[in-house]
């Protein structure tokens, strides 16, 4: 079935560590993006990507990097920069269209970063 | 200016009531509109797409646009306690823009 795969669901970091979270699509999406939510909160952009090898910041981009080298797989790291990580990542992916904008947003199941 | 304004409630409505959710935006040129329902701990899942003026009609959902006013709504008919959720509205994002949402709403019904 198509969809967006993210991994790990739960991911416990020590502090000064960077983690890596995985997202891999099979819709054949050209646009993928990441979010962060804290709780109680809305969504905030931290990267996206319109095409592969291009990447764009968005709202919330500091302490954060991303690669797409693939148009499958947009994997988002969270460095030793990022002070206060805690937060729910939301992965999403969607097909720009040539008159009404993206398509609708798939999201992924989500991380739940913790830091200890 | 935020892009997308939502009222982040609670919004607390009795069972077998209309749930009204409001969303206004900054940006005239954003010609449709998607409205997700988000469960918490869950991610986000689309329920409505609006693209001209007026309502569009979906089962008990119905979306509003006005472009005029800059402002889409989103009615919930017969509320359930299982429509329980934070609701979030989003310009489509032409052109190389990145899909942005609002803080969306939190709907609560009451059994």
């Known amino acids: 079935d198509g969809g967006i795969t993210q991994s790990p669901k739960y991911l416990f970091r020590k502090e000064g560590q960077n983690v890596t979270l995985s997202c891999e699509q099979n819709l054949n999406h050209d646009a993928m993006y990441w979010y962060r939510q804290d709780p109680g909160q809305g969504l905030r952009l931290i990267y996206y990507?319109?095409?592969?090898?291009?990447?764009q910041k968005g709202d919330i981009a500091e302490g954060y990097s991303v690669s797409r080298e693939k148009k499958e797989s947009f994997p988002l790291t969270v460095t030793s920069a990022q002070k206060n990580p805690t937060a729910f990542y939301l992965c999403?992916?969607?097909?720009?269209?040539?008159?009404?904008?993206?398509?609708?947003?798939?999201f992924g199941q989500g991380t739940r970063l913790t830091v200890v | 200016q935020k892009e997308v304004e939502q009222n982040s409630g609670p919004l607390s409505v009795p069972e077998g009531a209309i749930a009204s959710l409001n969303c206004t935006y900054s940006d005239r040129g954003s010609q449709s509109f998607f409205w997700y329902r988000q469960y918490s701990g869950k991610s986000p899942e689309l329920i409505m797409f609006?693209?001209?003026?007026g309502d569009k009609e979906d089962g008990r959902f119905t979306a509003q646009l006005n472009k005029a006013s800059q402002y889409v709504s989103l009615l919930i008919r017969d509320s359930q306690p299982s429509d329980s959720a934070t609701y979030l509205c989003a310009p489509e994002g032409k052109g190389r823009r990145a899909l942005t949402f609002g803080s969306g709403t939190r709907l609560q019904v009451q059994p």
């Open positions: 999403a992916s969607s097909q720009p269209g040539s008159g009404l904008g993206n398509t609708e947003a798939f």
């Open positions: 609006i693209y001209s003026n």
């Open positions: 990507s319109q095409i592969v090898n291009d990447f």
